[in-house]
């Protein structure tokens, strides 16, 4: 079946059920396609549990940092219950002046993380207050009927939910007959919460525990700014009239400001809300939480490397701030890992994979020895070793079960120690490698961190530390040392809290220092005159240049050497490991490809340069220039360029027949035939419409036989 | 020295400022050097316009450049082991804005290209006027090699602008020559442009004060005006170019070139035989495409979208995976670029095809309600959706793109689709984009868009127009002489109004009085009659005007009226 219709554009193709067996799984596609499929089953289930693994990670690290929020919701979901439950009078007051209590969120502008955390927090509320929650979303609710259909809709299923027993009832009456009002609903939370109040308390005595006596009901209005002013307006004023009659409890989730509230509404309107605001946990908080937990740590084998972890970085800060999209290039580029690399089958937990290295084939060892890390590993041992290693599949095994051991452990050290130096460096002004403790991994991924320009000035800074602020962050050093894993920082922990002891003991000869220093300063402060006091200056220079180190400045140049040392030893860049290219993923250029394209750099190319992709020795040009053998379409594009807001379409096709005719070596002044001629015709009559499809002309009335441009200048 | 050795430090610092610096150093050594580097002057000066349009807008905040700089580092790092994304990564310099292009330009070069089969030629045209004295040997040997074959090409160009193509392609030699030479020229053809056309006369406009300011020494920092003038220049002339209603074109129309218009059938006709070039390379790039195959299902199974991108049809692309890998599943193909395709047929056919449902919906909202229940609670049922532009007019609407975004996060939906349009991205705020869940794949194909522009009412192809002459000619065969004598009349006087760009057409009235002066009707209501049958086949168009009377319009383009008019007074 074919198609392409004049008279259709949707075609459905529906396999009959006997031929719809279970069509080949996802691990089949994994497989398919790679003529180096090695392992690929146990590649793919490795990959498919590390990814779980990763996100109930992600989920578990969400719902923490949501915790502190939701709490303070439900306190005050609490606080505005209680009054209606409790104080009547006092509700009594409150409800003349007919305030519905209403929180605004702010929860920024990473709107596509928004979802998530409506979902939990509708789920939060749904546990702990009230079965009665209702989000909504603008796109729903493009006028005030649809949104009381829809609170309404969603309010009954949750009624099902609660009161299995009265099931029949509720679905009897069906959704659609309701005549959606405000005064339906408010009767019908009456014989709801009548119903449950009647009830034996042995009978609900699970629901009851968890709602309240008399549960609020929630609205949630998931985009508050998208809402059409007019339905916001109509729902408060509406509502605020039958708050006296259920209590009522309205979530803004607001991306932008709170101010936006008194823009959307007027103030008669925003005078009937109480407001309350809740700020969640910043976007910014959220991905550095999700980076600590996911990247700079040894729980998950995978790692990424630098490019790639710069690139998922710079989509978060230059494009979207979202949390979610980061955790997805995160996705892709375990997929792409275990896709693109056999030997990523060793990429699982330590144990796992020493076994794993035992039952590898043949051609998985030949692919160990290609990789360009091993290769410098053998290049670095003996001869007799090497052949070894080159020729006996056994040894090589061997040798590929320590060492990976030795990345393992290399891991564990290097986030001990780059968790050491992030306290050092955050405490520095200008933050010479970086605030984030991401950058400052960047920075120790990519190359040997102590060659850079930046660690000379922060080691420089970090010499001029106070005492008071040294004693802290090594104080903080030892805490990370003790509570990481590695067991063979015991000696480090031992050298630091000598260190501690020895500031501690320095105390009173700091003051004697002090002494002196403060004498130099009177004799400074005598000298008025201009001439002396300049000589004096220079003079305590020389003398700080020549004086003898204090014992404070000498234990401080100690420990600085001491955490160099550190650093020179535990933070060497990955590429430099041996099998490295096992848990890393380093091709940042396909997931820049895929999830940051750019459509129309790849039209231009294409247009501008053919032969990018069609690899011809005719197309072959210099930049800026296009062989006249091009494309019909290239042609036809690099004219119009040339022209300015409108194109005269006989103009066009002459100078095309031009260039075409040249090429086909005809000569343009004996005019070939026809039937040439008609072709060419045709070929631009085409070209020209493509153009039209992808965007860079449309008709134009303004004069017959013309098209206007789209695009605004050109190359 | 030490003033220039300061001046170097600047530029160390400023990098990004580099031809400000140059400029201003030039400027600040005084006329002698000013007057001797004149030409090298006024290309610093081009340059630096250039240049200016990649530049932001303050450059005080260097470390915002810098963090530019990595950015642009990072994310285009790759760009040349990979062909693909092509060498210019950076935006700018693709759609910047820049001087408005002459009519003749295009013949012009036109003719270069012709005139040189084997060879490419040159013609970054914003670097025209001023070729670079760098290679005057290659631009010599060039007018020269061309020259004699030139003359004889000159009377092609009649209806462009002759004189300007002659001076064009003499200049190179002229320019070589002597530096000195060239302002003059530039001057001249200054003040033939102003006469010639206002366009042009604001590229030059802003050349000729970005000279004079740069000549004189000024203390103030005179780059960083200068630049600033640039800048709301470009855009000025942005608008200038956009506003005046004038079209500054030639007037030739296509019914002149004696070219009978071609329709559907025999274009395909012909493209046929026009011959296909690098069909192994073609065949090579589609190869590349078609490894992905597998790589492309394995992602839709785990939850991503895939949106193809880059020149070419990526129909046949599309089918071959349909075929070859879709056989056995349900799945769903939509032709985007299908003229009457709405996001409700294909609602429709997901549920009443594919999930075999009767009845009616209420709104497109239930529908998706009803899709998405359904699709939960079904774990097992899985479908693939294939949407073949999804850019088209028809689904490119903000709604559509909700429906189908959200038909796209079910988990069992996979979407695999392609867009075209150059401005398609745009369609897609965050939240849609998070709900496609996209992995973009450039698959660049160079193949023809034939089905796709098919049902394109095109410029050049105007099945309609066709079909008007020939419905009209023969439906009014088939009427009496009078009533032809009625239709005559109307055309007759839509056409002596073709000018007027406010006539509302033929009142009734005013018709009525006409045609009984000429006999036609003796009633006012068998002019009715007669008018009834015409609206039946869509020959006239009635239309009520503000004070309430009723026009008549024919709703046939002018060029097939005289046609239609033409062949009635050789039959008569």
Known sequence: MSTSSVSKGCFVFKPSSKKRRISSSTADYFSEGKNDSEDSGLRFATCQLLWKQINSETEKIQEELNKQLFDNLISFLRQSYS??????????????????????????????????????????????????VVSLQAKECPGIKHLLQKLMGQLMDCCVDVDSFEEEECVNISQKKIRCSMASLSKWYESVTKKTGSETPSKKITSSSRHWQSPPIVVIFKDMESFTTKVLQDFIVISSQHIHEFPLVLIFGIATSPMIIHRLLPHSVSSLLCIELFQSLSCKEHLATVIDKLLLTTQFPFKLSEKVLQVLINIFLYHDFSVQNFIKGFQLSVVEHFYSQPLSVLCCQLLEAKKRVNSLSHNQCENIRSLPSFRRYVESQVSEKQI????????????????????????????????????????????????????????????SVWETEEYGSTVQLLRMLAKDELVAILQKCVEIFISSSGKQFSNTVEKLEEFLARFQNLEAETNEVQDVSVSSQKELQKKTDLYHLQKTLLE????????????FEMLRFEVVDFIDSLVRSYLAPAEMQTLNEVVYFNTANTLREHLNAAPRIALHTALNNPYCYLKNQTLKSDVGCISNTAPDICIVYKLHLECGRLINLVDWLEAFSTVVTAVEGTDPDSMATDQVDEIIHARFIRAVSELELLGFIKPSKQKTDHVARLTWGGC | MSQLELKRNQVLEARFVADEDVLKHISDNGGVKVRKDRAQLALNVKRFVKKLENIYDDDDEAQEIMEEQNYVAVLGACAEDSLRNGPSAGGGKIYSFQTPKRSGKMAELASELAQTPGRNVTFDSSEYPEKPACTPQSSKKYSASNKPQLKSKKNEFVSTTPYRLRKRLTAPSLRSDSESDYSASCSEEEEEDKDHKETSDVILGQKTPSKTRAVPPSKKTPAKKLKEEMTSNLVEEYFEAHSSSKVLTSNRTLQKLQKRKLDQQTLLVLLNKAPSAF???????????????????????????????????????????????????????????????????????????????????????????????????DSSLELYLLIHNLDSKMLRGDKSQQILAQLASLPNIHLIASIDHINAPLMWDQAKQSLYNWLWYETTTFSPYLEETSYENSLLVQQSGSLALSSLTHVLHSLTPNARGIFRLLAQYHLENKDNPSYPGLSFQDFYQRCREAFLVNSDLTLRAQLTEFRDHKLIRTKRGTDGVEYLLIPVDNGTLTDFLEKEDEDM
């Open chain 1, 83 to 132: 009054e209606f439950q409790t104080k009547k009078t006092e509700w009594m007051c409150r409800m003349k002046s007919s305030e519905i209590p209403t929180a605004a969120l702010v929860l920024g502008v990473n709107v596509t993380d928004h979802d998530v955390t409506f979902k939990s927090l509708s789920e939060v509320l749904q546990d702990n207050v009230t079965p009665y």
């Open chain 1, 388 to 447: 070894a290693l080159l020729t006996e599949d056994s040894f090589l095994k061997e040798v590929t079960q320590t060492l990976l051991e030795d990345l393992h452990i290399y891991h564990e050290n290097y986030f001990t120690v780059l968790r050491c130096l992030h306290v050092f460096t955050t405490s520095l002004p200008k933050y010479p490698l970086g605030k984030q403790i991401r950058e400052l991994h960047c920075a120790c991924l990519g190359k």
């Open chain 1, 540 to 551: 305590l220079k020389e003398s700080k240049r020549s004086k003898k180190l204090t014992k």
């Open chain 2, 279 to 377: 069909t192994a390379e073609l065949k090579e790039l589609n190869q590349q495409h078609e490894s992905l195959f597998s790589k492309w299902m394995l992602q839709l199974h785990l939850g991503f979208s895939i949106v193809l991108y880059g020149l070419g049809s990526k129909r046949d692309l599309l089918e071959k995976f349909r075929t070859s890998l879709l056989r056995d599943s349900i799945h769903l193909v939509v032709n985007g670029f299908f003229p009457s395709i709405t996001v409700r047929s294909i609602l429709n056919s997901i549920t009443e095809e594919v999930l075999d449902h009767v009845g009616t919906f209420r709104s497109p909202m239930d529908q998706l309600d009803l899709i998405m229940k359904r699709f939960k609670e």
